[in-house]
């Protein structure tokens, strides 16, 4: 290749590569740079289907909170809400989940149209009293995160066919119980709603609670949820 011909090609490199920075630059003035997809315009969330056009939708309950106060779901009726299934004397994932969960409410804590509610499944254990220490140890300050105990097949009729989370007694296991680390998302109608899996195109129907990516979704869709 002569030097006319690789003087010519640098040339028009240099003048397309001008060409380009000026139009970027147009367009920021302008404000025409486009912006992520996800976080400018989330996707509506999905709710969870059970069949003959029914979605999945959280049943009545009724328990006692860390301040020995009657907490139902309607205290959560027009709130967006998360609920876990944990216990405090937990030595697996339960700390990474209430870790998680107060990102949760560091972010959405204040505001009144938001609430968590953390179901104990050793409730012979947990006490109002004990979920209130337990509650103090992890800095909890959002008049909206309750901390819920009562009767033992309450518990877990809610659990297992009211959320579909799995919890059993299991004294082969670490602590003695074994359980699914989920959170789930409820709209302000208390309807389980979530994200769909981009491979499958269903809903996920829970986030993890100790991925860290997955807690970061959740935030991101508990915003859309707020919003609508």
Known sequence: MNKLKVVGIGFGLLVITVFVVWEVSKKIKQGQVVKSNRISN???????????????????????????????NDDFKNKVYIAE???????????????????VE?????LPDFGIASF????????????????????????????????KDSIYSLANRGFNIYAAVNPQVAGGFEHQGYFALIDKQ??????LNPQTANPIVYYSGINLQEVDHLIEDIAVLLNE
């Not at 999905?46 to 106060?69: A, T």
């Not at 299934?85 to 990102?103: E, G, Y």
Request: charged share 20%.
């Open 106 to 110: 560091d972010r959405f804590g204040h």
């Open 85 to 103: 299934f944990f216990f405090t004397s937990c030595p697996t994932i339960c700390p990474v989940m209430n870790q998680n969960m107060r990102k």
């Open 42 to 72: 989330p996707a509506a969330l999905s709710y969870v289907p059970i069949g003959n056009n029914e979605f999945k939708k959280i049943p009545d309950f009724l328990f006692l909170n860390q301040d020995s106060l009657y907490i139902s």
């Open 190 to 195: 208390g309807y389980i709603r979530s994200r």
């Open 120 to 151: 104990t499944i050793d409730p012979d254990t947990d006490s109002p009293s004990t979920l209130k220490k337990y509650s103090q140890d992890y800095g909890v300050w959002s008049p909206n995160w309750h901390f819920l105990t009562g009767p």
